[in-house]
C-alpha cells in the first residue's frame, strides 16, 4: 500500500519580497502579502529597499497594513513607496 503524503506550501512566509528586473534598474522590490484567507487576493505595494527593510517587519507584526503602504506608494508620483 502506498503513502499518502501532503505537500506543504512553498511559501510559508505572510510576507516577502521580489527582487525582478525592475529591481536591478531602480533599487525597488516589491513587497508581497500572502493571499488573505478570506478573499483568497494577494497584495503587493513597491517599495525601495531601505523603506521594505523597515516595512516589511512591521507588516509582519501587524503594526501596519498594505493599505497605508500603498496610500504612501500612491502619494509618490512613481507609485514607489519611500523613506523620505
Known sequence: MSEKRTIEPAIEHEVFGILDERSKIDDTMLIVMSPDCHTGQIETVR???????????????????????QAMADKAEDGV???I
Open 47 to 69: 517599495a525601495d529597499f531601505a523603506s521594505a527593510s523597515l516595512t516589511m517587519p512591521a507588516l509582519s507584526i501587524g503594526h501596519i497594513g498594505m493599505d497605508e503602504i
Open 81 to 83: 513607496d519611500r523613506i
